[in-house]
């Protein structure tokens, strides 16, 4: 029985060996004076949403770039991880076969923690656009990210808090299985606790547990928190929202980027999120004019507004490509070269304004500085404040 | 996927315990499987070596001996002992973050990264065989699909774990917590952080220790297949009431094929886990146990050598179709369809059937020829 399929499957075997070979040896198809850009992100899978954004971005802003006569063109090639670190490797891997030579990835963390890694003992500069968890920069000298990293989040909100709420009653709700969201408390709780001041309430939940927050809303309620931070993603903010309009309390609501979306959200009575703050370093509705016209560019080639990973995409090719102009770098180098050129710039006195940040620079660690950006929702819309 | 019983007149019991039957199969077998693996050592070697293959499928080379060494492994429990396991995943991933934690506990005892990762990969094996036991001993009275199901939620039971675990090392030891908001020492280093799974391992996996671990494994199954014990494994899985009639104790024997699987699943796990710089607990989630399981019934339920390839070759096709962009994963999909197809057609079957008896005949033939010109 089992010998006559065996045929089958070595037929298929070859085939599929003869296939993979083929890919192995694929040439690109490079007019010989372009900067080749790889991009790695969830393309298919549930996090496809961010790593479609992040390979329209980048692919805007090489079209941009390209359309105005540079010095050296940007090829932008874009691999699938489906937010695996294994498959991301193999992402990895296949752009280095196609000759990348600067890296704009990972989309999200896990892969970018993998690929880091990998990056670092090949020697290929990386510039994130999204994935912020600090295990991605660390030990990595050539990689950067371009988005706050969580902890810096939960500092950043502690610091606008105190600065311009000094007398707020605070008080935390957040997600204790979700790293993300445990992340940026630790951090904002020392950092907050560090200038003297008080959390008058902490409450926490999981993801098993977020429809109903009356329990955390009347322990917020009764310690007399006037505003509460959550550090969450917004389908659970909206249900705090809700609830908390039931019972009538109405504190200020402090947001971190994970409530970026919340507008959109069907079924929520945009009304109630009407005042709250959120720390955001990109948002769609701005009346900032480099602003408007990458989201009107982006409607255009997309047929989709742009959310903040498209964004961040865009300004680390700009990013990329600025220091690599700065660098003095050829794009005939081989990856290492551009590399430790890429490094030297970065880590001097470059700097970069686009759509998430003015000014940012970056450290030895491989960590943003820039000024973050608070928005206020007025009116159905993002105010920067 | 329902195994076909296929009862065949002359294999009672205790003919299948004397080992008077299909003595030469496993022979074959054996050879076939061996050939493979240290044929495609070879091959892909020296392929890298000569520059000929790129590095896509250079990264892949340790997964792949990794999922063959899985796929061999689940055949012990599907194939031989005829047990559906849901739970391989679940195995693996005990061997991974245990071979984790131990590696990085030898990192300050011993220097030889190879012997760190032989330790660490013996350490996750025996870690791993203790949860098949733990596991093992109260579910192995269940039969067919209540056995499935309970696999099922042991690997959901590990991967949940997984993402509350906090493990970390400081002069004075090991410490762990369920929950991060009791913290470790500031001192201590994190080497599992909850969801994030473990980050900052040294990599120290090789093509080499892949193939030496598909060849440990494929060694194991061969030879419990093909012993004794294993004889009466698969007896009680052919007949289990005949199986009981002489004796044989169905427990024991059935737990003994689900322990070492479990074992070799873990070690399997501890060397992927030393392949990558991070390692999250949802890679070990339900999807990777039906991968490994798909592999064991491409390569036909039982079938060792089947498996090899069917492991190796699904490892590779999705990056193989890398050149079909935005059509990959359906790609994928189709292929996976038409090659079940293929495999499972009559027609086809008995066509090849036909050719591959043909071919045989004839060595048959020049053998005895042969052979008789040199007696």
Known sequence: MRKKWMKVALASASCVMAMALAGC????????????????????????????????GAQLAADEINASEPKFNVEIMAQDDEHDAEKSVNAYNKLRDEGMQVLVGTTTTAPGTAVGAEAYKDRV??????????????????????????????????DY????????????????????????????????????????????????????????????????????????????????????????????????DGMDGILALEGFDTDLAEGVLLLTPFTAYSEDETSQKFVKAYEKAYGDTPIQFAADAYDCVYAVYNAFDKSGASV?????????????????????????GQNMKWNKAGEVDKTPKVCVIQDGKYIEK | MVRKKKIKAPATPKRLLKGAVKGSEYKREAFIAYAILILGYGFLQLGAGLGIIGHNLQGQFVPICVYVSLAISLNLVVGISGELSLGHAGFMAVGAFSGVVM???????????????????????????LAGLLIGIPILGLRGDYLAIVTLAFGEIVRNIMNVLYFGIDETGLRFAFNHTIPLADNSQRIITGAIGATGIRQKASFTAGIFLALFTLFIVLNIKNSKHGRAIMAIRDNRIAGESIGLDVKKFKLTAFVVSAGLAGMAGALFAQNYSTLAPIKFSFNTSVLILVFVVLGGIGNIWGGIIAAALLTILPEALRQFADYRMLTYAIVLILVMIATYNPTIKSTLQMRIHKVTSRIKKRRKETGKEVA
Not at chain 1, 30 to 43: A, E, M, R, Y
Not at chain 1, 202 to 224: H, V
Not at chain 1, 333 to 352: H, L, P, S, V
Request: net charge negative; glycine share 10%; aromatic share 12%.
């Open chain 2, 103 to 129: 590696a990085r506990i030898l990192e300050t005892y011993i220097s030889v990264s190879s012997v760190q990762l032989l330790l660490s990969m013996i350490f996750g094996a025996l870690v791993a065989a």
């Open chain 1, 25 to 56: 040896g694929g040439g690109t198809t490079s007019d010989g004076n372009s900067l080749k850009v790889g991009v790695i992100g969830p393309l298919t899978g549930p996090a496809a949403i961010y790593g479609e954004a992040v390979k329209n």
């Open chain 1, 332 to 356: 005939e180098d081989d990856a290492a070269t551009i590399c430790e050129a890429m490094i030297k710039t970065f880590t001097g006195d470059f700097t970069y304004s686009g759509l998430t």
């Open chain 1, 125 to 158: 500069f990386a510039l994130t656009p999204s994935a912020s968890g600090p295990a991605v920069i660390e030990g990595n000298d050539n990689v950067f990210q371009l988005c706050f990293s969580d902890p810096n989040q939960g500092v950043a909100v502690a």
């Open chain 1, 161 to 256: 808090m105190a600065k311009n709420y000094p007398d707020a009653k605070v008080g935390v709700i957040y997600n204790n299985a979700d790293n993300y969201s445990s992340g940026i408390y630790d951090k904002f709780k020392s950092t907050w606790e560090g200038k003297g001041k008080q959390i008058y309430a902490t409450e926490a939940f999981s993801d098993d547990a977020n429809a109903d927050f009356t329990a955390q809303l009347n322990s917020m309620k009764n310690a007399g928190v006037d505003m509460v931070f959550l550090p969450i993603y917004y389908t659970p903010a909206s249900n705090i929202m809700t609830q908390a309009n039931k019972m009538d309390y109405k504190p200020t609501y402090f947001g971190v």
